[in-house]
């Protein structure tokens, strides 16, 4: 049952092409594959809304096998050097919103 970690947040206006040719480099490949191998978290991809149809300008999503995997992003190398090259492209004066989830076949739901 993997567990799937999203972070929401916004691109400086004036640096959203900056951001997505980042994103597409090989720099930034290199850094999500060495997060796997130090967390075991998988990064799917980083979707941005179209039409303005959305609350954030960008999503990452990852999946991640189980919460243990999760404790992990804090003493990651790859986290920490991701953080650092794209702090000045993300708009740091704008409240980011994470959220964990799963898929409905994988929850319990309880109905009284």
């Known amino acids: 049952m993997p567990i799937y ?3 929401s947040y916004d691109v400086k206006a004036d640096k959203q092409g900056d951001y997505q040719k980042w994103l597409n480099s090989a720099e930034a490949k290199s850094l999500f594959e060495l997060f796997e191998k130090e967390t ?3 990064y799917l ?3 941005v809304p179209i039409l303005g149809f959305g609350d954030y300008s ?3 999503w990852f999946e991640v096998p ?3 995997a999760i404790d992990k992003f804090r003493e990651s190398r790859a986290f920490d050097d991701f953080v650092k090259k794209t702090w000045d492209l993300i708009d740091q004066t704008r409240a980011n919103k994470t959220r ?3 898929t409905v076949r ?3 739901v309880y109905q009284p």
């Open 45 to 47: 991809n980083t979707y």
């Open 106 to 108: 994988d929850v319990k």
């Open 5 to 7: 970690w999203v972070a």
């Open 58 to 60: 960008c999503e990452d």
């Open 100 to 102: 964990v989830m799963r």
């Open 40 to 42: 075991g978290a998988r």
């Open 66 to 68: 189980n919460w243990a």
